[in-house]
């Protein structure tokens, strides 16, 4: 397949930033407030990638022993927006101290920087969180814009955002390349009708970004380069 990218849109954690420590102890914290079993990082993989309240409601139904894929409305030991908040004041104060970025990123985004490539990051993380992540992380890259979860906006896979991404970039959606490892990375490329770029080393496997429409797959960050000649 040849493809003409003039921009990216990455995601952030399992993309960017191996940020599961981070994410799996401010949950496993709120989980030991309630009296509830931690659960592995590994299992962590399975339930972020669509913000803190499926995050919350996956992570508590598992440590209770029902389904976390369900979105039932089961009663959990605590409201749900009051979970999400006691994650999230867990999460601010780890302070990024389990976040690094993944190896070869720093070579990856080197590369795209030195092919004249605008990029931007879309998460579902909340906005500030996720402008402190990248500032943190990544502040001597020259993103364009960095954008999380915000009030108003839907959150991904609804291409609304990525679509304001391109509007800014101001390019058609066809010529931007939107990076990310999980099936909702892909929907949202889908939809946005941007090219859907996976990546391997993440949070989700091969089968799921394949089946979701990934279009490419990167087995390393610098696999990214090729496509940008």
């Known amino acids: 397949m040849t493809v003409r990218l003039d921009a990216l849109i990455f995601d952030l954690d399992g993309t960017l930033a191996d940020s599961i420590g981070d994410i799996g102890a401010a949950m496993n914290a709120v989980l030991s407030e309630l009296s509830l079993p931690p659960h592995s990082m590994e299992a962590y993989k399975a339930f972020v990638g669509?913000?803190?309240?499926n995050l919350a409601r996956?992570?508590?139904?598992?440590?209770?022993?029902?389904?976390?894929?369900?979105?039932?409305?089961?009663?959990?030991?605590?409201?749900?927006?009051e979970l999400v908040e006691a994650y999230r004041v867990q999460y601010a104060r780890l302070e990024h101290a389990n976040s690094t970025p993944y190896p070869g990123i720093d070579v990856m985004?080197?590369?795209?920087?030195?092919?004249?490539?605008?990029?931007a990051v879309l998460s579902n993380k909340r906005d500030d969180f996720t402008k402190h992540l990248v500032a943190h992380a990544f502040g001597r890259w020259p993103f364009l814009d960095v954008r999380g979860e915000r009030d108003g906006v839907p959150r991904k896979p609804d291409p609304t955002a990525a679509l304001e991404l391109a509007r800014l970039f101001d390019l058609p959606p066809a010529r931007i390349g939107f990076v990310?490892?999980?099936?909702?990375?892909?929907?949202?490329?889908?939809?946005?009708?941007?090219?859907?770029?996976?990546?391997?080393?993440?949070?989700?496997?091969?089968?799921?970004?394949?089946a979701s429409g990934a279009q490419f797959l990167l087995e390393r960050p610098e696999d990214l380069l090729p496509l940008l000649r």
Request: glycine fraction near 14%.
């Open 50 to 53: 669509e913000g803190a309240e």
């Open 180 to 210: 990310g490892d999980t099936p909702i990375d892909m929907g949202t490329a889908r939809r946005a009708g941007m090219v859907g770029i996976g990546v391997l080393w993440g949070f989700r496997t091969r089968a799921e970004l394949t």
């Open 109 to 119: 985004l080197d590369g795209v920087v030195a092919r004249g490539r605008p990029m």
């Open 58 to 81: 996956r992570a508590v139904r598992a440590a209770l022993g029902l389904d976390w894929c369900s979105d039932s409305n089961d009663p959990l030991p605590r409201p749900l927006p």
